[in-house]
């Protein structure tokens, strides 16, 4: 199962793009890159997942990389509701639908 | 809001006792899975299981077991209880190929004394 490895905090301020990037060097040609948020005594919640190039949703965007070994979660415009641990993780749905996650972004919007 | 709920939300355990979690999914999600999360870290897969058998184990010792049942319902039992089995305890379920489409419960907060 490939690893990830994130940045363990982040700062920001109101109304800021923010983006998070995930390393995973050794994902797999099979694996899809998902990304969770988390706020406290909550289980996560998915926010988005994509497997090359590009993917937005109404929360979020997911930039993929042609080589795959990153990703970058961006939030834009971020609110003190954003505050929250963010996980990415890879995985390969035909080979395990667990889920492993990392320690997380802690991310930290001030006003 | 969540399709998934897990009872109890808070409970409060001596070393060495038994507990049961329960976890009820979102009907037709025949995939349910249960994490540990301790304070500051990420969760930890605890085990998997698709239409009521086992099929994936994190690494957890045996005393760590579950049930699911026919209803979408599932169980954790942990046996023989340790201090450091203090987490918060989450349950997640998922539909047939929706690999992304995992949906988490709040969790039960299980303290061990």
């Known amino acids: 199962l490939a690893k990830t490895t994130q940045p363990i905090s982040m700062d920001s301020y109101e109304g800021q793009e923010v983006n998070i990037t995930c390393s995973h060097n050794?994902?797999?040609?099979?694996?899809?890159i998902t990304w969770y948020q988390q706020f406290p005594s909550q289980g996560p919640r998915f926010i988005i997942q994509g497997y090359k190039t590009k993917v937005t949703n109404e929360v979020a965007s997911l930039f993929i990389p042609a080589d795959r070994k990153s990703s970058t979660l961006s939030l834009p415009r971020v609110s003190l509701s954003d505050t929250a641990v963010y996980y990415c993780?890879?995985?390969?749905?035909?080979?395990?639908?667990?889920?492993?996650f990392g320690t997380g972004t802690r991310l930290q919007v001030f006003p | 809001e969540t399709g998934v709920t897990q009872s109890p939300t808070h409970l409060i355990k001596t070393r060495g006792q038994q507990v049961t979690l329960r976890c009820s999914s979102q009907?037709?999600?025949?995939?349910v899975s249960w994490y540990q999360q301790a304070l500051g870290q990420g969760p930890q897969f605890i085990f998997q299981?698709?239409?009521?058998?086992?099929?994936g184990r994190g690494n957890f010792p045996p005393r760590f077991s579950g049930l699911q049942f026919p209803n979408y319902s599932s169980e954790l039992n942990v046996n023989a209880l340790e201090l450091d089995d203090s987490a918060l305890y989450l349950c997640a379920s998922s539909g047939d190929g929706e690999f992304y489409g995992y949906t988490f419960g709040s969790g039960t907060r299980l303290t061990v004394v």
């Open positions: 009907s037709g999600h025949n995939t």
């Open positions: 993780l890879v995985g390969d749905q035909d080979n395990t639908d667990k889920l492993i």
């Open positions: 299981y698709y239409r009521e058998e086992e099929n």
């Open positions: 050794n994902i797999a040609t099979n694996d899809y």
